[in-house]
């Protein structure tokens, strides 16, 4: 990774084999539909990865493939399947329980005894600063409360492979930006392997440290963009002539796909 | 790494709802603007009802047949405050009641068990769905003379009337709220490998609550209708409302007779209130359709 001024802090560190690694994967639908070819990349604990594309180009389908959710035609996908953090685009949560019932869910899922869960699911709710609203049903919490709520629920798991599809897309901007900061603060913090989809090219290049650029129908990587930036990223990168530069790179590399 | 949260918290609270902020007081006021909102117009209509009940009686039939329309104090007096009259009404009120609680609740389990096993097999629900459908249909008249062959005169003979009646809409609505789940939620409960059993306690059940409450709210009505129309064919062992209503029309009692239907509709008001109440009680603080402060 590259070295940067701007940062005085090293960056995260990037450490061991890949977490989340596909070898020639393909995914056809039933219907004919190629949705993914050969799509090869790994992903190593600290190191966060974004995804673009034109959509209906696969990205979700890849996520799906990641999680198990769905099986590929071919290839390989090698992780923990157990141990994956999948925030969705939805925050999908429980209506009919609190921020708390919410976070203890997938732990009780797992059969995690009822202190111990208690206990990990308030770390992890105060990691995502809703301390306060412990109590409150996702009805009366707004949309980026309940992302953060969706978002405690899979630190609960403490995973070493997160995966995002397109998490904030139906945030307003300036909640957007505030999930965005905490995202990072929490990447730092915890060090897991990121896989990140969005269609906001600034979004992408201001979170990763890599930028997979993919093609529609069927989906290929076309194009695998290092950003070289350290973390933690001060606020103003984001206005940063240099971060533009990168972004228009990704653009760039997008429209010669389209 | 700490980062101060607090700032955050405040401007995000801003684009919360009002109500968690904006306090009891207000819900309160509320609620007592809208109860005065509801309860006067109904008053003034109940007026309007007994006027024109008042002036229908005394002017609309000629005198010799007035006796078919007792005016409203008429009711009052030789039913509502007789002794007598409300002595047996209170007392089959109590076996309407009985009647129509017990047939509800073998309804609501068999119709919740029903339900379940729909919803986990499809062959189940192909082969139970035109059954209930055709159970709705039936006319209960046509068939309640049937079941005094079959069942003869008994508790449980009437009980089947109130059954059949008010089966259809738990199993209908519980299948229906267990089907329409999120389908993110579904993906959630396979990522984490849940069984079966987890994911109906854990998942489908709960979601279909919403639902199924307002099945029960339509069955509770039902099995008060089920349980008069019993009575009114199972004119044996002590007398219901249903059969106190064919014994005051039979002796032309007509003053008790009204009461008698007065107090089989306040029932079949209470109980489906009650399931209404209890309903609102067991969804209101997470669903979006419950009733809040109004």
């Known amino acids: ?258 | 790494m700490k980062v101060d949260l607090r700032s955050a918290e405040h401007s995000e609270l801003a684009e919360a709802p009002e109500r968690p902020l904006g306090g009891p007081v207000r819900a309160r006021r509320g609620r007592v603007r809208s109860a005065a909102g509801i309860v006067v117009p109904a008053i003034i209509a109940l007026a309007v009802f007994v006027g024109f009940w008042q002036f229908a009686a005394t002017h609309m039939i000629s005198r010799h047949r007035r006796f078919l329309l007792p005016t409203p104090g008429k009711v009052l007096s030789d039913g509502l405050f007789d002794s007598r009259t409300m002595h047996q009404i209170a007392a089959s009120l109590w076996l309407t009641t009985k009647l129509s609680l017990f047939g509800l609740g073998v309804a609501i389990v068999l119709g919740i068990a029903v339900g379940i096993l729909m919803f986990s097999f499809k062959w189940a629900e192909r082969a139970a769905y035109p059954y209930l459908v055709a159970l709705q249909a039936v006319p209960v008249l046509a068939i309640a003379p049937l079941m005094t062959v079959i069942f003869g005169y008994s508790f449980w003979a009437k009980s089947i009337i109130v059954i059949i009646i008010s089966f259809f809409p738990i199993p209908t609505t519980l299948l229906l709220g267990m089907k329409s789940v999120d389908p993110g939620l579904i993906d959630l409960f396979r990522l984490s490998h849940a069984s079966w059993w987890t994911r109906l306690r854990k998942l489908r059940l709960p979601n279909a609550l919403p639902s199924l409450f307002a099945g029960l709210r339509i069955s509770a009505g039902l099995s008060v209708i089920g349980a008069i129309v019993g009575e009114l064919f199972f004119q044996q062992g002590r007398p219901g409302l249903g059969q106190r209503i064919y014994d005051y029309q039979t002796n032309m009692e007509y003053p008790q007779l009204y009461t008698a239907i007065i107090f089989s509709s306040l029932l079949g008001i209470a109980i489906f209130s009650f399931f209404g109440w209890l309903g609102n009680r067991a969804i209101r603080s997470w669903h979006e359709s419950a009733v809040e402060s109004n």
Not at chain 1, 73 to 99: E, I, N
Not at chain 1, 106 to 121: C, D, F, N, Q
Not at chain 1, 170 to 184: G, H, M, P, W, Y
Not at chain 1, 194 to 205: M, N, W
Request: aromatic share 8%.
């Open chain 1, 1 to 258: 990774m590259a070295e940067v001024e701007t940062s005085v802090v090293p960056p995260a560190s990037v450490s061991g084999a890949p977490a989340l690694a596909f070898e020639q994967v393909s995914m056809t639908f039933p219907d004919g539909t190629v949705a993914l070819r050969d799509v090869s990349f790994s992903v190593r604990r600290g190191e966060f990865t974004s995804i673009v594309g034109p959509s209906g180009c696969g990205k979700s389908t890849l996520l799906r493939i990641a999680s198990g959710l769905t099986e590929a035609t071919s290839g390989r996908v090698h992780t923990d399947a157990d141990r994956l953090g999948f925030v969705f685009q939805d925050p999908t949560l429980l209506p009919w329980r609190t921020v708390l019932g919410n976070a203890e869910l997938l732990l009780e899922l797992h059969g995690v005894p009822r202190e111990e869960r208690r206990r990990r699911a308030r770390e992890a709710i105060s990691a995502v600063g809703l301390d306060a609203f412990e109590l409150f049903h996702p009805k009366r919490l707004s949309g980026g409360m309940r992302m953060r709520a969706s978002l405690a629920r899979w630190l609960t798991l403490d995973p070493p492979v997160f995966l995002f599809d397109e998490p904030f897309g139906a945030l307003d901007e300036i909640s957007r930006e505030k999930l965005n900061e905490e995202l990072l603060r929490l990447f730092q913090e915890k060090g897991f392997a990121a896989v990140f989809v969005t269609h906001s090219l600034f979004e992408a290049v201001y979170l990763s440290s890599r930028v997979l650029v993919m093609s529609s129908r069927p989906g290929r990587i076309v194009a695998d963009i290092a950003v070289p930036f350290g973390y933690p990223r001060a606020q103003e990168l984001r206005f940063d002539p240099a971060m533009s530069e990168v972004a228009g790179e990704v653009s760039a590399a997008l429209r010669s796909v389209w």
